[in-house]
């Protein structure tokens, strides 16, 4: 479940850090190692979602086909086709196996 | 103009399915639209609701989300010359406004509080204008508005694409959600595989260097791991442990000076990637400019 008050909370966090970057602007210089280190954290986050996302269901193995569609998916973004093609042949390459019967 | 287009068509395929997945997975309509409006960047709107969907608390959704946002505070950086007007116009006019004010309310209380309140108008205005483009700082806005030259054309691109990426964005998770409430078996349409595909499709353009690829595949093979042990939502924060991986290898040695260190810290740390959300067309030149403002330090 995803109450107002959380929706809200991340709503002003992100304005939060929209804002500050014009606010400070002239004022501070990022340390380079620090903007490297939000970077890396949100690419981290990133795949680390994307792999429980594609594997887990609750605490368990999400069975094959989705997992398939996201590596189809991964191979063709990693081959820098068009952003609506990974989209598409992620859920396209899933929905075809469950067709087939794959769980 | 025509990639503005071609992101929007992307940008409202996610959002369709964002919309549709979140609804299809339980939660009420209003979650997804309340969050495009109000947190308006779809990776951690998409993180949230995955949080959430998976079973795990508000409080690791809203940290999960913010983690993926804190890339904002650079691009706010990058791109405050054209968010608002520049900055120093603006405390150039402060200071003008505050000192006709000054000397109306010494001369004329009548004229002083008609200056005052033409004062007060532009400001309300230039403030009102700043808050939006605020709200309007995303991945694609950002790579827009820095691929062009001259202040002019970059608050054009900026403008152009936050406003149309705003309406594209909120009216396809609108479409999405109507179409999840339709359908009866979402799943039956793999439209559960567009959550990790938008967020795999994100992520590689960002592993560009060797420190940053270890640190992402120890950090999701920690939290799959922990997936059938711990409750949701903790996984995902634990996998952050990842990153530990900077400080293990030869380049973290501390205190040397970026510019002695190899080319494994050459990368274009933070600034707003061109393409991150849509890294499919996201040309990468990870050993420029940076470099040499490190090496400058």
């Not at chain 1, 269901?57 to 094959?64: E, L, P, Q, R, S």
């Not at chain 2, 639209?33 to 951690?44: I, Y």
């Not at chain 2, 109507?178 to 979402?186: K, Q, R, V």
Request: aromatic letters at 6%; glycine letters at 12%.
């Amino acid at each position: 479940m995803m109450p107002m008050t959380a929706i809200v909370a991340l709503g002003v966090l992100t304005y939060a850090f929209r804002f500050t970057g014009p606010l400070l602007r002239g004022r501070v210089t990022v340390p380079a190692a620090a903007e490297r280190l939000f970077a890396d954290a949100a690419t981290v986050l990133l795949i680390a979602l994307a792999a429980t996302a594609a594997l887990t269901a609750g605490h368990g193995f999400a069975g094959w086909a989705r997992p398939a569609g996201v590596l189809v998916a991964g191979v063709l973004a990693a081959r820098r086709a068009p952003f609506p093609v990974v989209v598409i042949a992620a859920a396209g390459v899933t929905a075809l196996l469950r067709l087939a019967g794959v769980p | 103009m025509r990639d503005v287009g071609l992101v929007g068509l992307a940008d409202g395929i996610v959002g369709v399915s964002f919309g549709a997945a979140a609804v299809a997975g339980g939660l009420p309509w209003w979650v997804p639209v309340a969050l495009s409006v109000l947190v308006f960047a779809g990776g951690s709107q998409i993180a949230a609701v995955g949080v959430v969907l998976a079973g795990g608390s508000p409080l690791a959704a809203v940290a999960a989300g913010a983690v993926l946002n804190t890339r904002l505070f650079p691009y706010g950086l990058a791109v405050a010359d054209v968010v608002a007007s520049d900055g120093a116009a603006d405390r150039a006019a402060d200071r003008a406004a505050d000192r006709a004010a000054d000397r109306a309310g010494a001369a004329a209380r009548v004229t002083g509080g008609v200056t005052r309140r033409m004062t007060a108008c532009v400001a309300a205005r230039r403030w009102l204008v700043r808050i939006i483009g605020t709200h309007l700082i995303t991945d694609e806005s950002v790579a827009f508005a820095l691929r062009q030259d001259g202040r002019p054309k970059r608050r054009a691109a900026f403008w152009t694409c936050g406003i149309a990426l705003f309406v594209i964005w909120n009216v396809s998770v609108l479409l999405g959600v109507l179409l999840g409430s339709a359908l009866h078996d979402t799943n039956a349409f793999g439209l559960d595989s567009t959550f990790p595909a938008v967020m795999l499709a994100l992520a590689l353009p960002t592993l560009t260097s060797r420190s940053v690829r270890v640190a992402a595949g120890t950090g999701a093979v920690i939290a799959v791991a922990l997936t059938p042990v711990l409750p949701a939502g903790l996984p995902l924060l634990a996998a952050l442990g990842g990153l530990g991986t900077r400080w293990a290898g030869w380049s973290g040695l501390p205190r040397r000076p970026a510019w002695q260190r190899g080319g494994d810290q050459k990368r274009d740390g933070g600034r707003p990637r061109d393409g991150t959300a849509h890294g499919a067309h996201g040309a990468h030149d990870p050993a420029t400019d940076d470099e040499l403002t490190t090496g400058g330090r």
